[in-house]
């Protein structure tokens, strides 16, 4: 079901962050963008952070100090962020692929009480845009692995994605589409925008 509900109403009318989650592929980064441009509020994405605190890139993280290494990165780039937002600027923030996975920090989004936003499609369109944008754009995903290791993380991880408060279909659907599906799902308010002063 498009944009559905998946717990209580919560308080979207006063909300002033969105936090994305999904899969690798699930265009957390690109609908984020989308919506922060409708909006007029900022966009950030996780692994970037990371990226400036580590002054290294994700890949580059994973091999030097393996995955546990990066889980480490991204916890405190996380808490850091998630701090930021409590000050009070209106974000649209995307996830990592794995960071709402690891118990320690859905606790600490979900404290935040900003609506968390499931983007999803199925398994075989989330290969296909991870294979095109590593062709296409040199995106290099460490976790990539083969079709059958994907499908079997992509499972054990959804029930996970599933604790969102909604879950938006993303297949077949351009960027500016699901954004703002999202926003009128949760009834999100320009005004209220970083741009906006109603702050
Ligand atoms: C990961 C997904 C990546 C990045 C890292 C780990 C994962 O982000 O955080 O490679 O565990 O699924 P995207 O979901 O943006 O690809």
Redesign the pocket.
Known sequence: MLGSRARGPGRQSETRAVVLI?????G??SVGRALGEQLGWAFE???ER?ERRERQK??EI?RDSGESG?RRA?HAALKELLNELRAGAARIV??????F?QRRNARLVEAGGAPIVFLDAGVEELWRR?RQQARQNG?E???LGSLKSFRE?YEA?RPHYLKASFKQETGGKTVERIAAEVVQALRLDRSRGIRGEKQ
């Open positions: 999904g899969f690798m592929g699930a957390k980064s994405d996780l692994d990371i994700v890949d994973f990066f991204e995307a996830l990592g692929g794995g960071a996975v991870c995106i995903r460490p976790l993380l991880r």
